[in-house]
């Protein structure tokens, strides 16, 4: 664990100080400020309900690793879960794109639940909540199952494949068990609930849960311990959660960074924050796009390398 981290968070959250905090994938870095002090660069959004109004067409170039590189990787993790050391993994890559609009443009363009500008570094703009914190109530909604919502019957066909189903139920289960770690009398308010999300030039159907648990009184106190005892994100890792991260850090071949971390606010009272997805990010003069899906015994590679490209675009 990352204690600096911790001992940031916990001074914030006694003092009940407003702010935000940017959390990387791997703990290791962070950003953290009060809101009063927040820098123009940066900025943020987070809102309850979902954009689906319409989109217009956006240009955006992608040059993708190849579907042989990909299955390569793939074949690796079947083996994995194959030899038992993992039974679901999040298996992602980082994609050049070219696209016509600054970081600013689309920030203000995008239309997303939750979305971040970090300076001119990265953006994302996020269907997925990572953990809520309302009235001593914490919440999270593990999302894991899309399908173009253009497909007959989408909803249908999604919510009685099998394969969806068992990678679904594994995230939840999972996510129970982190927040049994930080919270008493956990719950699954609601199990696998459709939400269309605009996805650039189509609609895509995602699938959630809701899980519920109760905290001390004093949990603002303790915002270190609860932040870091919940990260990385189970939706993004897989499970059992330490040997699919030490796999994914085998295979994937790059760094996360920040991507598959978490952002959010305390505003001093509650607390809401998401996971970092569909983010694009600079490395010198390029831009890239990361992005990628659950693996499970059932996956199909070319449809897993389909949905890792299905999920480059830009909601605007």
Known sequence: MNQELINTLNKYGSSKEPFLFIISYNLEKFYIKPLKDLPKEVKFKIEDKNFTGSLKKTNLKKY????????????????????????????????RIEIKYSFDEIYEKANARFKLKFFDNFICFS??????????????????????????????????????????????????????????????????????????????????????GELNSNWNENLGEILSSLLPAGSITGTPKRKTVEILNSIEKYDRDFYTGVFGIYDGKNLDSAVMIRFLEKEKNEIFYK??????????????????????????
């Open 64 to 95: 993708p690793i190849s579907f042989e590189e990909y299955k390569k990787k793939f074949d690796f993790v079947q083996e994995q879960i194959k030899a038992g050391n993992s039974y679901l993994l999040n298996l992602t890559s980082k994609t």
């Open 127 to 212: 269907p997925e909540r990572f953990i809520k914190i309302e009235d001593n109530k914490i919440c999270t909604f593990p999302m894991k199952g899309t399908i173009d919502a253009n497909i007959k019957d989408a909803k249908k066909k999604i919510l009685s494949n099998e394969k969806e189903m068992a990678e679904h139920t594994m995230v939840v289960d999972l996510l129970r068990n982190d927040l049994g770690i930080v919270a008493n009398k956990i719950r699954v308010e609601k199990f696998r609930y459709a939400e269309e999300i605009n996805a650039g030039e189509k609609k895509l159907l995602q699938i959630s849960s809701k899980i519920t």
């Open 291 to 316: 992005s990628g899906g659950g693996i499970t015994c059932d996956s199909d590679p070319l449809l897993e390398y389909n949905e890792m490209l299905d999920k480059i675009y830009l909601p605007l």
